[in-house]
Structure formats: structure tokens, C-alpha cells
T-cell receptor, first 114, second 110 residues
């Protein structure tokens, strides 16, 4: 196991609602990255947090936002949910932001938007 | 054009077969390269990093061709447990914000 945990495991929401997903990083890791994986596709990078600051962002609208806490755990918030937001949301922690720092993935949160 | 392209498969092979997957990437400044394995409805797990010199881990061999922007994975003596989706992953930045291909599905049959 990677030591990265995510909650909840599954979630069902309706269009227009808001959702918060949580991730606890592996001990000693200060960087958390979030990815969205739609069915049948590879994960897509949403954003990365390093020491409580957003360090980079992919091509996602502002209604996708995040936070990182002093213990390096992280939240992903999605406002005004759309049907296309249905996906597996993965967080990955790493010991830093260098290209040599391996990312370790949590088990994911499966979000269904009805 | 997608940043990382893979043949989605599926590749159906018998046990013991050798199978090769390829992927291409568009950003010539990419810094690091990986193969991840993903089992159905599970998280991706790092299989191996990929270097220009090539690297081998047991039955798995990965190769990077920077000039052609091409990455390969060779699996020898396939096992039933190798059945999974194999994700080609490129780090296009100096940091570690990963770009994934769509994955190649492998099914190993008895």
C-alpha cells in the first residue's frame, strides 16, 4: 500500500451541487496532486499543491478548487457539478515537486453526478 | 493531437507470449517518463521509470527514444496476472505534473 488515503470511496451527487473530496498524503510527503479519470480514459492533471500553495494547474475551470493543510493533507472542491464531472478522482502524494520525485496514488474517489 | 498517445488495444495474448506496447509524446522538452499499471477500478501503480539507456525489471523492459519521442514497454513470458491497463506517462515539466496516455489494455489468456 502507498499510505495515501482518500475519502469518501464513492459519492453520488446531482447536477448543480457542490462536493468536497479529501486526501491524506504519505508520511514525509509535502506535495499533493489531483487527477480526474473519466471512464475509459487516462487520468488528467487538475492541480498540484506544495506546502499549502497551488504549484500548478491543468486545463480545468475555476469551479475546481483545492486546499492543502499544514499537515499536507488536501481537499478538492468542485462547485456547480455537471454530468461530465462523473469520474474517478485520484490524489497522489510525492516527497517534493522535482521531476525525480515519484508520485504515489491513493485508491481514488468515484463520483457520480446524476 | 494528444500529448501522449497509445494504442488502446485490447491486446489479447496467450500465457507465455511476448507483447510490446508503444507510445508517442509531443513535447520534446519532456523530462521524465514512466509506465504505470492500472487494474480495473483501482489506482495507477508505478511499474517502472524509463531511461534513454533502457531499463529492465525482471520480465519487463522499457525503452525511450528521445529523437523519435517514442516510449516502449516489452513484457516477456506473459502471466495471467499481467492482465491490466498499461499507462504511458510523461512529465512535460521540470516539476512532476504528469501527463497520461489513454492506456493500453492487455488481456492474458490461459
Amino acid at each position: 500500500e502507498t499510505g495515501v488515503t482518500q475519502s469518501p470511496t464513492h459519492l453520488i451527487k446531482t447536477r448543480g451541487q457542490q462536493v468536497t473530496l479529501r486526501c491524506s498524503s504519505q508520511s514525509g510527503h509535502n506535495t499533493v496532486s489531483w487527477y480526474q479519470q473519466a471512464l475509459g480514459q487516462g487520468p488528467q492533471f487538475i492541480f498540484q499543491y506544495y506546502r499549502e500553495e497551488e504549484n500548478g494547474r491543468g486545463n480545468f475551470p475555476p469551479r475546481f478548487s483545492g486546499l492543502q493543510f499544514p499537515n499536507y493533507s488536501s481537499e478538492l472542491n468542485v462547485n456547480a457539478l455537471e454530468l461530465d464531472d462523473s469520474a474517478l478522482y485520484l490524489c497522489a502524494s510525492s516527497p517534493g515537486t522535482a521531476y525525480t520525485d515519484t508520485q504515489y496514488f491513493g485508491p481514488g474517489t468515484r463520483l457520480t453526478v446524476l | 493531437r494528444k500529448e501522449v498517445e497509445q494504442d488502446p488495444g485490447p491486446f489479447n495474448v496467450p500465457e507465455g507470449a511476448t507483447v510490446a506496447f508503444n507510445c508517442t509524446y509531443s513535447n520534446s522538452a519532456s523530462q521524465s517518463f514512466f509506465w504505470y499499471r492500472q487494474d480495473c477500478r483501482k489506482e495507477p501503480k508505478l511499474l517502472m521509470s524509463v531511461y534513454s539507456s533502457g531499463n529492465e525489471d525482471g520480465r519487463f523492459t522499457a525503452q525511450l527514444n528521445r529523437a523519435s519521442q517514442y516510449i516502449s514497454l516489452l513484457i516477456r513470458d506473459s502471466k495471467l496476472s499481467d492482465s491490466a491497463t498499461y499507462l504511458c506517462v510523461v512529465n512535460p515539466h521540470a516539476g512532476n505534473m504528469l501527463t497520461f496516455g489513454g492506456g493500453t489494455r492487455l488481456m492474458v489468456k490461459p
